[in-house]
């Protein structure tokens, strides 16, 4: 049965003697159950989510006036329909840090995106309402605004469509729907109030994604150690960095998804604004199976069953395929911004690299013996330590100011880690032919 022309769907997946299922009905309202008590529903962090983050001086709209920061682009990524304000960004970073938005008032949006974090959470996938476990790492805030798709899986087009989402996900905030958000906000006279200043109505569940997505777009990271050399002070960046970003242009092969001087890729953002497969997770899931249960189980561009499907199931291995349901765009991920990559740990979509060591030991190696959909780019590299240490030393330039003091920190707890824990590094791989690709199964 082709689910398409329903007009709800029931998604179900089993995790070990629970059968999880999630309906989701018309007009992108959604609920989720099982067939156990809820409490057993879901994983649950053995590291409970804490209190909701403090406004602090970090979570403040950021100044246009960064060294490298390209005004153009920036207006350019502002819709028409929603123009920045003073009032709507104040508006919106209240809401970011409201737990009302949440089914039972514990989780905000800075619960996974913590300014002091640089608008990550630290974990190695994030947790939400009740401690639930999710499927996904939590991609920074910071310059969210020049991605053309969000979320890993680029399931949504613009910061007010992602917005929404975790609102409604039940591992998240797990609201029942964006009407039981708005109207816990509408209740509130102050808000009320604001909401009438700012739109000219009363408050709407549209203009609360709207006063969101403004507050995200008012996060700009630029005016990095990088970006000074980048303007011509030669001093700004250590030898390392200097070398690193050589290698970073040639043998490391870094540019040919991060790139910044590429005339076919948007500058300054460090992306590609596309996907690829890079190897992560192909021999922890069978991904085949997973991809023929998904086209079974999931509409194709129904928005809120694909979000369940990434943030509760396994099926969120396939990555890009549950958006496109292309057979190349299997455990596809987004290329992810680098700046501040220092201080976002850890790494991937599934939070399974915990250093920046880790990374380029992944990529040095060309992992992925065994995926068929691998992205050609992916080779192995034959970096040697120096090499390595002077790429982390790149990517560790890239810190914003505000960011300094963690950058250092974080860098000096990664370099000794690395020193004792390599669960990457394959050195004879790194230095050996790149393996025949296995040709995809056929269908």
Not at 58 to 82: E, H
Not at 134 to 157: C, E, H, I, K
Not at 216 to 236: I, K, N, T, V
């Amino acid at each position: 049965m082709r689910l398409a022309t329903q007009s709800s769907i029931r998604l179900i997946f089993a995790a070990g003697s629970t059968v999880f299922v999630v309906a989701c009905g018309e007009r992108g309202q959604s609920t989720a159950k099982s067939d156990t008590a809820a409490s057993a529903a879901f994983s649950v962090s053995p590291q409970p989510l804490g209190p909701i983050p403090a406004d602090d001086s970090l979570a403040r709209p950021k100044s246009l006036r960064q060294v490298g920061l390209p005004i153009a682009l920036t207006t350019s990524v502002t819709p028409k329909d929603n123009p920045q304000t003073p009032e709507k960004i104040a508006l919106g970073e209240k809401l970011f840090f409201e737990g009302r938005l949440s089914a039972d008032g514990t989780v905000a949006c800075a619960s996974c995106h913590q300014p002091k974090l640089a608008f990550t959470d630290g974990r190695t996938v994030s947790v939400g309402i009740r401690s639930r476990v999710g499927q996904r790492n939590s991609p920074t805030v910071l310059n969210a605004l020049y991605n053309t798709m969000q979320f890993w899986d680029g399931r949504a087009v613009t910061l007010e469509q992602q917005a929404g989402l975790p609102i409604v996900n039940p591992v998240e905030m797990g609201q029942p729907n964006l009407d039981s958000a708005i109207a816990r906000i509408a209740a509130i006279p102050e808000y009320r109030a604001t909401f009438i200043r700012v739109f000219a109505r009363p408050p709407s569940a549209t203009d609360m994604l709207r006063a969101i997505a403004s507050y995200e777009r008012s996060q700009l990271s630029f005016d990095s150690p990088f970006d000074h050399f980048m303007a011509g002070d030669s001093s700004a960046i250590s030898a390392s960095a200097r070398r690193g970003w050589v290698l970073f242009n040639t043998r490391g092969r870094c540019n040919l998804c991060h790139a910044l001087t590429d005339t076919a890729s948007r500058p300054t953002t460090f992306t590609d604004d596309t996907f690829h497969n890079i190897g992560i997770g192909i021999l922890r899931h069978s991904v085949v199976p997973l991809a023929r249960q998904a086209e079974q189980s999931i509409a194709k561009g129904d928005t809120i069953a694909i979000d369940q499907a990434a943030i509760l199931t396994p099926m969120s291995a396939l990555g890009r395929f549950l958006v496109t349901r292309g057979d190349s765009d299997i455990a596809s991920f987004k290329t992810p911004d680098i700046r501040n990559v220092m201080v976002t740990a850890p790494y991937f979509h599934d939070g399974s690299a915990a250093t920046l060591w880790d990374v380029i030991d992944h990529y040095n190696k060309g992992d992925g013996l065994q995926d068929p959909w691998l992205d050609v780019d992916i080779q192995p590299l034959a970096l040697q330590e120096k090499d390595i240490d002077d790429l982390v030393g790149l990517m560790a330039s890239l810190t914003s100011p505000s960011y300094r003091q963690l950058g250092e920190k974080e860098l000096a707890r990664q370099r000794q880690l690395s020193r004792t824990s390599r669960p990457q590094r394959d050195s004879a791989r790194a230095f050996g032919p790149k393996p025949v690709q296995p040709k995809p199964p056929s269908s």
